[in-house]
């Protein structure tokens, strides 16, 4: 009793410390974070204004949560303190989830540590709000199946509830269908293979199953039988390349060890033959993340806003579980003393992944720059005619129509023929400026502007080559519009030039 006591308060003191550092981090500057930050206050602020979205989507179930909280206490703040709800939500979520299938606490106070100390759990609190409500709302109903499975009463209580929690996921954000598909199908391929373990034949059929999933962005990528859509296309890749590398490298170097050496044990003790809640968690944890978050036929490099993106940034939540796991079958095998000297690269990694740089929409300079702009905005009012259209980096749009009510977007519009459009362009050097050019911020050396589409073609051909490259290099939507390229990938490879 006295050790789930102590197991309680460092979870709770954990909680609060990363808790306070969300806070000064989220709170820093009194607007919105994450490049898709005014989204949401767009979104929130139609939703108050006249009870619809002002971007459809098929899952608003976040959306209509934060309407309420953003009446109380303002959308901005509303917004803000919803994040650190959820993901405040997912980690004891992962906690919970640790805890139940290996029956101590204490490794899911180390699960709940790992999930909330990486540098990418800020991706989840800044950037992606509605993914992490749905990861939440996933964590708590595998706990709750986890409960149905191992406890003998009220298991249909148990059972209806995770129904309930799944719907509520996949009405957050439509990943948690992919979530939920991969999970039932590694929970199908691994009852197999526990029911029939003396099977040789069912053995190889699991491991085949396993590799196929695994290469199927490869097999996807090299057919020929189907024309796959460009956004989609974009993130597999015919031939491999390392998975590792820029955002969450060291969690997937702790990753890459845990998952064989999962394996491994499983295999020499032959825990496959087990019918364990411990057994499906941290199987299915591993396959999972070989699967999505270091599959060398994924393209991670396109950025966050892809799919392959998002998908390698929670390689840390497979860590947080996995780590307990092999902990825990270390201890329970004759290598007890080995688990300790693992655990000091392990652990000297995890400190590197707490240290890594802060998301683009939640660094200081960025903040600052997006307060001037929502500060400098509504004096440019005058510039937009009616039926005008702003074309602008991704984020910005948002800011603009959030800001002014004007429509906004990063791609060229389909029905072009209605619009005025208008082009915000970054970064614009003091030798491009010219009289046609509005300046939002900044000054006659270095701004970000306001100018109409046909004023701008103009100076573009009155540009010499290397203008041209430069104003392109910062201002990808323009590249991308003049070149008909029309999907998102492409505008996030080139955003941080």
């Not at 106070?109 to 993914?131: D, K, M, N, Q, T």
């Not at 990861?135 to 009463?153: F, H, I, N, Q, V």
């Not at 683009?360 to 005008?388: F, M, N």
Request: net charge positive; hydrophobic share 50%; with cysteine.
């Amino acid at each position: 009793m006295r050790k789930e006591n102590a197991a309680f308060l460092v979870l709770v003191l954990t909680s609060a410390i990363a808790l306070l550092r969300d806070i000064s981090v989220l709170f820093r500057y009194p607007v919105a974070v994450g490049l898709d930050g005014y989204y949401y206050v767009q979104q929130v602020n139609s939703v108050l204004g006249g009870g619809k979205l002002y971007y459809p989507t098929w899952a608003p179930l976040v959306i209509y949560f934060l309407a309420p909280l953003s009446r109380i206490a303002g959308v901005v703040p509303g917004i803000k303190i919803a994040s650190l709800f959820f993901h405040l939500f997912l980690c004891l979520g992962v906690y919970a989830v640790v805890a139940e299938a290996l029956g101590s606490r204490w490794f899911g106070v180390l699960a709940y540590g790992i999930a909330a100390s990486s540098a990418l759990h800020f991706y989840f609190v800044g950037e992606f709000l509605r993914e992490t409500a749905a990861l939440a709302l996933l964590a708590w109903g595998c706990c709750s199946l986890l409960k149905a499975a191992t406890g003998e009463r009220r298991r249909r209580d148990w059972l209806l509830l995770s129904l309930l929690l799944f719907l509520a996921a996949f009405f957050s954000h439509i990943s948690a269908l992919l979530y939920l598909c991969l999970g039932v199908l590694l929970w199908c391929l691994l009852r197999v293979l526990i029911c029939t373990a003396s099977s040789r034949m069912a053995r190889w059929l699991t491991f085949v199953s396993v590799l196929v999933l695994w290469s199927l962005p490869c097999l996807l990528a090299n057919q020929r039988l189907l024309t796959l859509p460009e956004w989609l296309g974009s993130e597999f890749l015919p031939r491999p390349q390392s998975p590792i590398g820029g955002i969450g490298w060291a969690e997937k170097v702790v990753a890459l060890v845990a998952v064989p050496t999962y394996a491994a044990i499983s295999i020499s003790r032959r825990t496959y033959l087990k019918n364990t809640a411990a057994f499906y968690t941290a199987s299915i944890s591993a396959i999972a993340c070989a699967i999505l978050t270091l599959n060398p036929f994924l393209n991670y490099s396109i950025g966050t806003v892809g799919l392959t993106g998002r998908l390698g940034n929670l390689v840390h939540l497979y860590v947080a579980v996995l780590i307990p796991a092999v902990i825990s079958s270390f201890r329970q095998s004759k290598l007890s003393v080995a688990h300790s000297f693992a655990a000091i690269p392990v652990i000297s990694l995890l400190a590197l992944a707490a240290l890594e740089p802060l998301p683009r929409g939640l660094r200081p300079d960025y903040l600052w720059d997006r307060q001037q702009l929502i500060v400098q905005l509504p004096r440019v009012r005058t510039c937009l005619e009616p039926h005008s259209i702003v074309l602008a980096p991704h984020g910005d749009q948002f800011v603009f129509t959030a800001t002014l009510g004007v429509p906004s977007q990063w791609e060229w519009p389909s029905d072009a023929g209605r619009w005025r459009v208008l082009w915000f362009l970054r970064r614009v050097s003091g030798d491009l400026l010219n009289p046609s050019m509005t300046i939002v911020t900044g000054d006659e050396r270095l701004a970000n502007v306001l100018v109409k589409d046909g004023d701008l073609r103009i100076a573009l051909k009155s540009f010499q080559t290397n203008q041209r490259e430069y104003l392109f290099r910062n201002n990808p939507h323009l590249y991308a519009a003049l070149h008909g390229i029309s999907h998102a990938p492409f505008l996030v490879r080139h955003r941080e030039l």
